[in-house]
DNA sequence: TACAACTAAGATAAAAAGGTCTTATTATCT
DNA sequence: AGATAATAAGACCTTTTTATCTTAGTTGTA
C-alpha cells in the first residue's frame, strides 16, 4: 500500500510523538532501535519530516527529534503520507492509466475510487495522537 | 496498490475476455497493443495467466490467447491479482510488522483492516464478464 | 514435410526502490 | 577553545521490479 519508507515515516512519527507527549527527545539510534528499523535509512526518511514540519529536530549532544505537543493532536497520518509517499496513491489509476477519470474512466473506476476515497478520509480523518493511545497502554505495537 | 505486471495482467484479461465473447482468439502483439503495454513483459504475463487457468492459449499460426465463455463470468478481479501478486496486499500490515495481527496490533491496524476488507470484497465480488460491458459500448478504456 | 505464425522459457539489461557509508556541520558540555 | 555527540546531505551500493532479447518449441496449412 505504501512504500516503506513511508511505513518507518509513520512508525517514527508515532514514536516521537509518544516520547514529545513525555517531554522527551529522541535520539535518531533510540527510534531506529525502536521501531525496528535500519538506522541510516531512518535518518534520511526523519529529515523529510523535518523538512515537511511534521517534526523538528535539535543538533548536537542531548538533541535528537520532538514534535511540539500542540501539534501533536493536529498532524494527520495524511500529511506523513503526502510528505513521503506524495498523493500518487489518491490519483493514480488502479490499472495504470495514465489519463484516466470520470469522462474516460477505466472499467474499474468508479470500484476504485470508492476504495481510494475511503482511504483517503481515514488518512486524512486519523490524527498522531490518537495512535499513541494504545502505545501507551502497551494495546498496540511500534515493531515485530 | 498493484504492480505494474497486475495492472497488465487486468487490463489484458479484459481485453482477452471482450474479443473471446467475440468468439475471436487474440495474439500476444494485438494484445500488447491494445492495452499499450511492453510486448515481451505482457508476454510473461500472460503466461502465468495461463499457468493460473485464467485463460488458455493456442500455439501456432492462427493461436492465440482466449477464455471460455462460460468462465468469463465466473473469474474474479481476485484471481487475477492472486496469480501475479500473491495475497500480500489482503495480509501485510499497513505499517509493515511482519507480526500483525488481532491481538498484537500495530496502532493503525483496525483502521487499515477495514480498507484491506473493502477492497478484498471489491476484488472477489468483481467478474471480468460486468467489466467487458463498457468497454464494448464505449464507456471505457484500457489504454491512455 | 517444410514453412510461417505463433507461444514458451529463460538469460540478460535497465530502472526504481531500499538501504549504507562517508564527510560535513552544528551545538553543547567541560 | 576543544572534544564530543548529535544531525544533514549526498554519494554510493544492493535488491527488486520492470522490461528486453534470444533461442527453442508448437502447430496449422500449403
Redo the contacts with the bound molecule.
Keep these: 500500500m505504501f512504500?516503506?519508507?513511508c511505513e518507518?515515516g509513520i512508525r517514527a512519527t508515532i514514536h516521537v510523538a509518544v516520547q514529545s507527549l513525555e517531554g522527551n527527545k529522541?535520539?535518531?539510534?533510540a527510534i531506529a532501535t525502536e521501531i525496528d528499523s535500519?538506522?541510516?535509512?531512518t535518518?534520511?526518511i526523519?529529515?523529510q519530516l523535518?523538512?515537511h514540519h511534521i517534526m523538528h529536530?535539535?543538533?548536537?549532544?542531548?538533541?535528537?527529534?520532538q514534535i511540539e505537543k500542540k501539534k501533536i493532536s493536529e498532524i494527520r497520518l495524511s500529511q506523513i503520507v503526502n510528505a513521503i509517499d506524495g498523493d500518487a496513491i489518491y490519483k493514480s489509476c488502479g490499472l495504470g492509466l495514465k489519463e484516466c477519470n470520470a469522462t474516460k474512466p477505466c472499467p474499474v473506476h468508479d470500484k476504485f475510487a470508492k476504495i481510494r476515497d475511503d482511504l483517503k478520509e481515514m488518512l486524512e480523518h486519523t490524527s498522531v495522537a490518537e495512535l499513541t493511545v494504545g502505545l501507551e497502554t502497551g494495546l498496540t505495537f511500534l515493531k515485530r
Tied chains: 1, 2.
Excluded at 529536530?57 to 527529534?65: E, H, L, N, T, Y
Aim: glycine share 12%; no cysteine; hydrophobic share 50%.
Design positions: 512504500s516503506k519508507a518507518y529522541v535520539s535518531l539510534k535500519p538506522v541510516a535509512f535518518a534520511k526523519l529529515q523535518v523538512k529536530s535539535v543538533m548536537g549532544p542531548a538533541g535528537g527529534f
